[in-house]
């Protein structure tokens, strides 16, 4: 079967602005997302599931805001762990004050809210562009960690500043948070709002609000002269952003790790996203995804290759040398394809439609 | 073209002066648009032409004097205020959205009449889809019109020169503007693009009744099309009238001839 | 240089409410020592603190006005330097030799960073630039580390660190500061004489004005970028030997360029006096918050407190005081 658009005609405005408008890669998405929900469940270890798969959909949740914010509104942020530890702060809030409430009605609690705090902490950027406004951002970060620190009664008062997500299910007893909860079950739940936020996502960028967040990033000054409202349409990009980063900040509090503290989204944790979405691709939905599996992944190549291969190097020094290999990795794809593994994949999807006549 | 029926005045800007810090840019410039016609502004370099356009969609604010539009008299237009009341514009160093194709390009150019909020557009179905097609039909009109239509999907960014001009211009159309403003659509144009560009800028003043503020450098071009021309020079107003009068102006002679003063 | 009457205006008022804040903290609450001496003991250690702020973002600017680049690697270099410097110090070279060599090294990591880094990424959008030089910050610590290991070490270069009592013994100040705020005053001096008054210094400026501009004075831009991160390089060993001796060798070092980063937006990316004048305003400020504001809210605010303070201050002058500021052209 040939990679091809030849042959299929689109005879309506509709066919043409579909998300994937050639056949074959309508059915590679379909089989994608019937091997994710159906095989992998099956054939995955618990490890897989549950130390690799499940922050990698997490993360690659939150690299999607933040590509939201800066792949395609242009705006550069580094706060993006501060607003998942709010999502995850507020979760458990409202999990802890309301038990009654539905684990999604939860989470998509926590991401409203943590909305509203992005949409506080992006009114300066309507003054404040490029790298201030980067740096600016990382007051939020700075700003919320001690916040959620500082004061006992985001923790509920819990000695440790740690808090912990009760037992929550999506419906019987299928939990999802607590210690009765399988990794299939939080697989699967996790994937499901991944795979809807991500569409989501991708029908904001194709529409209207999409195009006005492209054209801020490209020409602010243009798209303020054709009618596109600045202010709202950066906030629309940090209350969006914000959004998605609560929830993934929610789950990895409540789903994948079960307890966290608020050290867990430090201002490394948004240079980690921030690398997700350079690595794979800036203003892309499938870059978001790339990225986020590169950056998971390697550290825990990084730290297994030298047993691999038989050398045995002292802990300490192996974070070290894989400190010192990431850094050259990163400069290593900046330099070969500075757009990143999206802009890759699509370079070979276009090698293979000419396929086997390049010219 | 002066048998031309001209229809009322639709903007009128007096007595405007510009300043950034000590450098006076426009120096009591006073005209008038009128409905339907083809006004040009020309002038040597830096004689204060892009920033009367800038002045007149409120990206400069003027010190001194007032902007009447449709009625509306004001100290200073501003930029979403212009967008929102129907003027559109195209720039003379192309402000093009580069990352996008040519098709969003000149979809964004309707964003102000989309009506679709956020939540209808996240989940892209129904009313928003239909609004979005709707829309698409009107911009393969003007995807049409300017004969682009196999640029469509292009990311504007690898586009020649003379195009991204043509899809600067299709960016302002979708707009469905009053009043057009175009500054220097022509430049860097070999003649057969410049032919297009005309025949364009014609037939938006003929068929949709768009009234339109040209500024070029191009003699032949500006006397051909235009009904009434400015002429600036240094930020003061050398003449205003028909294209006759203008050329035969002595004032201007000088300007363009360079006679000391 | 010409400062804009706003600046002004902006810095008395700082003044004010730095002087005027405290004190009223101290009349309205019972938990807030108040006492003009103490007060200007807190306000002048400080400044003094600001001084070494400035001096890690002065190699910032250096390399933003010269490249454009946003060298958050900055940090890196300085735990770079120390780490070298102290590693060549325990393998017996003597002092003097090892600031000599690790000189040297600096030199050659900016030649390296050219031609490996810059070279293959010149054209790129700033961002780009941005994320390598967070890869080179990544591979500096994990390189530093991996030669010279990630125990805390110290250095002592014999500067004096005894508090010292001035104005009759009513004021105590830490002389090592002095003396670091002293040859932070002369690195400054230095740097402005070399800019204002060399061939080289005077083609970096028309860099960053102009690129082509400076390819007319003669000096391939190549060449430059090597030169600033070479001077950006001296700049870290000094921040890195007065950081080092302060708070011994150790990896925290790196976290600096955090602190520096608000010192930044405050002064502007473009400019030495930013450097320093935002470098006085954060370090006073934050000394003052944290005796004065700090206890009653709970303490702890040195994370944020500079961030704040900075944005504040971004909100009234977006390119920072002494940034140039950006016109916006259609």
């Given at each position: 079967m040939l990679y091809r658009e030849a042959g299929e005609f689109k005879s309506t405005y509709q066919a043409d602005q579909a998300?994937?408008?050639?056949r074959q890669d309508r059915w590679f998405m379909w089989a994608m997302l019937a091997f994710a929900f159906l095989v992998i469940p099956l054939i995955s270890s618990e490890y897989w599931l549950g130390t690799i798969l499940l922050p990698f959909l997490i993360l690659a949740l939150a690299a999607l805001g933040l590509n939201v914010l800066?792949?395609?509104?242009g705006q550069l942020s580094l706060g993006t762990g501060g607003f998942m530890a709010t999502g995850a702060f507020a979760a458990y809030k409202l999990a802890t004050a309301f038990?009654?409430?539905h684990i999604v009605v939860v989470i998509l609690l926590a991401g409203l809210l943590t909305a509203g705090v992005g949409i506080l902490f992006g009114i300066p950027s309507l003054r404040i562009k490029g790298f201030y406004l980067a740096v600016a951002t990382l007051a939020s970060q700075f700003f919320l960690i001690w916040m959620f620190n500082k004061f006992g009664w985001f923790t509920n008062y819990s000695a440790s500043g740690v808090i912990s997500a009760p037992p929550m299910s999506v419906?019987?007893?299928?939990?999802?948070?607590?210690?009765?909860?399988t990794a299939e079950a939080k697989y699967l739940f996790t994937l499901s709002l991944v795979v809807l936020f991500a569409l989501m996502t991708k029908n904001l960028v194709r529409s209207n609000i999409g195009r006005e967040w492209m054209a801020v990033r490209d020409m602010d000054i243009a798209a303020e002269i054709i009618g596109i409202k600045m202010l709202s349409t950066k906030l629309k990009a940090f209350a969006y952003s914000s959004f998605l980063c609560g929830i993934s900040g929610a789950l990895w509090a409540?789903?994948?790790?079960g307890s966290v503290e608020?050290?867990?989204?430090d201002v490394n944790r948004s240079f980690q996203i921030l690398f997700m979405i350079i690595i794979g691709g800036l203003g892309s939905i499938m870059g978001a995804f790339l990225g986020a599996a590169f950056i998971v992944l390697l550290p825990i190549f990084l730290s297994n290759a030298p047993h691999w291969i038989g050398l045995n190097i002292p802990v300490d020094l192996i974070s070290h040398i894989e400190f010192m290999v990431f850094g050259v990795l990163i400069i290593f794809f900046l330099i070969v394809e500075p757009h990143g593994l999206a802009r890759l994949w699509q370079l070979l999807k276009e090698k293979l439609r000419l396929w086997p006549f390049p010219y | 073209m002066n048998e031309r029926n001209l229809g009322d005045v639709v903007l009128e800007v007096k007595g405007i002066s510009l300043s950034f810090g000590a450098i006076r840019?426009?120096?009591?410039i006073s005209f008038n648009v009128r409905k339907g016609e083809i006004r040009s502004i020309i002038g040597p370099n830096g004689a204060g032409k892009s920033s009367m356009l800038n002045v007149i969609n409120g990206v400069y604010h003027p010190q001194e004097g007032s902007i009447t539009y449709r009625g509306e008299t004001r100290q200073q237009m501003k930029v979403h205020h212009a967008a929102a009341q129907g003027i559109a514009r195209t720039f003379q160093n192309i402000a093009l959205f580069?990352?996008?194709s040519t098709l969003d390009n000149i979809m964004t150019g309707r964003n102000l009449k989309i009506k679709s909020n956020l939540l209808w557009q996240a989940i892209y179905w129904g009313k928003a889809q239909r609004e979005e097609i709707e829309h698409r039909r009107k911009v393969e009109e003007i995807i049409d019109f300017l004969e682009i239509q196999e640029i469509?999907?292009?990311?504007?960014?690898?586009?020649?020169y003379g195009m991204q001009k043509r899809v600067e211009l299709g960016r302002a159309l979708a707009a469905e503007p009053d009043l057009l403003l175009l500054d220097e659509?022509?430049?860097?144009?070999n003649v057969e693009e410049k032919e297009d560009m005309c025949r364009f800028v014609l037939d938006i003043n003929d068929e949709f009744g768009t009234t339109i503020v040209l500024i070029e450098h191009d003699m032949g071009v500006v006397m051909d099309l235009s009904d009434r021309v400015v002429v600036l020079d240094y930020g003061r107003q050398l003449a205003d009238g028909a294209p006759d009068e203008v050329r035969s102006n002595q004032a201007v002679i000088d300007a363009y001839l360079g006679v000391s003063h | 240089m010409r400062i804009e009457r706003d600046v002004i205006y902006i810095i008395i008022v700082t003044l004010f409410l730095m002087v005027a804040i405290p004190w009223t903290m101290g009349q309205i609450s019972e938990d807030i020592f108040f006492e003009w001496p103490f007060f200007f003991e807190v306000a002048i250690g400080g400044l003094l603190a600001g001084v070494m702020y400035s001096l890690v973002a002065l190699g910032f600017v250096l390399i933003f006005k010269a490249?454009?680049?946003?060298?958050?690697?900055q940090g890196a270099m300085v735990l770079f330097s120390a780490l070298t410097l102290v590693g060549l110090n325990e393998l017996g070279m003597p002092i003097w030799l090892a600031i000599i060599a690790t000189l040297v090294v600096m030199l050659l990591l900016a030649v390296v960073i050219e031609r490996v880094v810059l070279r293959s990424l010149v054209n790129q959008e700033h961002i780009i630039l941005f994320m390598a030089t967070i890869g080179i910050t990544y591979f500096l610590d994990g390189f530093g580390q991996t030669l010279w290991g990630s125990e805390v070490k110290t250095l002592n270069l014999g500067i004096p660190s005894d508090p010292g009592f001035y104005f009759d013994g009513k004021i105590l100040i830490n002389d090592f500061d002095l003396v670091a705020a002293l040859l932070a005053g002369v690195l400054v001096i230095v740097l402005a004489l070399f800019f204002q008054y060399t061939r080289i210094g005077r083609a970096l400026r028309a860099v960053a004005d102009d690129h082509q501009a400076a390819l007319s004075v003669g000096i391939p831009l190549k060449h430059i970028w090597v030169i600033v991160w070479a001077v950006a390089g001296i700049v870290a060993l000094v921040a890195g030997i007065m950081w080092g001796s302060k708070?011994?060798?150790?990896?925290?070092?790196?976290?600096?360029a955090l602190k520096a980063l608000p010192v930044l937006i405050l002064g502007g990316f473009t400019s030495v006096p930013g450097a320093i004048v935002g470098g006085l305003i954060i370090g006073a400020g934050e000394k003052l918050a944290e005796v004065f504001i700090a206890p009653l809210i709970g303490g702890g605010i040195e994370d944020w407190f500079a961030y704040m303070l900075a944005l504040a201050f971004l909100v009234f002058r977006p390119q920072g005081l002494f940034g140039e500021k950006i016109i916006e052209r259609v």
């Open positions: 998300i994937l408008t050639i800066t792949g395609y509104a038990p009654e409430l419906f019987g007893d299928a939990f999802v948070t607590g210690p009765y909860a409540f789903v994948y790790t608020p050290l867990a989204f | 840019v426009l120096n009591n580069k990352g996008m469509r999907k292009t990311p504007v960014g690898r586009l020649p659509p022509m430049a860097g144009m | 490249s454009g680049v946003f060298n958050f690697a708070l011994g060798v150790q990896f925290s070092l790196a976290l600096i």
